[in-house]
């Protein structure tokens, strides 16, 4: 039996991208998915695709910026499957832009989606873990954790945060709760539709030609959760072979 089977994995952000493709090859390998995002209807759609296969999914709405939403996210997965055993924090946004166009708003969401919605997924599940003893945190970064380029320097930053702060909780909890950081290169999703710069956007398409399939990272994740509980997956990149970056 893998250490997948009969788990319990919350993902954010599974309404797309790798968080969808996560979700259903989780659920295919027998964990119970609890799947959360904003577009609920998408959401719906996948849960019952999942449930109508045989698997074990369900879905909560959760805007990942909001600590009390992403709370009652995690209550609702310990009601319905009476644990917590991974918090995938995948949800993100990447609107780029050169730093003089001053998206502001847009620093701000990054800065409330890719940064704070990871602490509000720590906050609401580590008790919990500590608890449990057991658990882990998987949490979603990027290249763009490891080094920045023009137009990324704000979603770079919350990047490195992410990177940060997981070390962090790492060095902190080693013992019942693992900690792993998984850095996408570039990967098929609805990322680069949250671009309003017509440069950021120009450059992310022709960038984007060589993303290897969601289902790529989903692997990664599968991987880190499936090793022995003494084994912690701290960080994996995952990228396009063609990728310099
Ligand atoms: N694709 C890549 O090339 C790449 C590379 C490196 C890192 N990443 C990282 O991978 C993660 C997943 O992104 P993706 O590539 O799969 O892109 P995606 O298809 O755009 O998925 C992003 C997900 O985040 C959710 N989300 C955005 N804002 C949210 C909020 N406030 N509350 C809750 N959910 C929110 C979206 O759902 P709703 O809009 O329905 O809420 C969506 O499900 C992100 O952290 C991203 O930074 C991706």
């Not at 999942?50 to 698997?55: D, I, K, R, T, Y």
């Not at 996210?73 to 918090?87: L, N, P, Q, T």
């Not at 137009?151 to 019942?176: H, M, N, P, W």
């Amino acid at each position: 039996m893998s250490n997948i089977q009969g788990k319990v994995v919350v993902i954010t952000g599974a309404s797309s991208g790798i968080g969808e493709a996560s979700a259903r090859l989780l659920a295919s390998q027998g964990a119970h998915v609890v799947l959360g995002a904003r577009r609920v209807d998408r959401l719906e759609t996948l849960v019952a695709e999942l449930n109508e296969a045989g698997q074990s999914a369900a879905f909560r709405a959760v805007d990942v910026t909001r600590r009390d939403d992403v709370q009652a996210f995690i209550d609702f997965a310990v009601e319905r499957f009476g644990r917590v055993d991974v918090i995938v924090n995948n949800a993100g946004v990447m609107p780029l832009s050169k730093l003089e166009a001053l998206k502001i708003e847009e620093w701000d969401r990054m800065i409330d989606v890719n940064i704070r919605g990871v602490l509000h997924g720590i906050a609401a599940g580590l008790p919990l873990m500590q608890r449990q003893r057991c658990g882990q945190f998987i949490n979603i970064a990027s290249i763009g954790a490891y080094t920045v380029s023009p137009t990324a320097a704000v979603y770079c930053a919350t990047k490195f945060a992410v990177r940060a702060i997981s070390e962090g909780l790492r060095q902190e909890v080693g013992g019942d709760v693992r900690v792993t950081v998984i850095s996408p290169g570039v990967t098929e999703s609805e990322l680069a539709e949250s671009i309003s710069d017509a440069g950021g956007r120009a450059e992310m398409r022709e960038f984007r030609k060589i993303a290897i399939p969601a289902e790529a990272i989903a692997r990664a994740i599968a991987y880190a959760i499936d090793q022995p509980a003494d084994v912690d997956v701290s960080e994996l990149i995952v990228r396009p072979t063609a990728s310099p970056f």
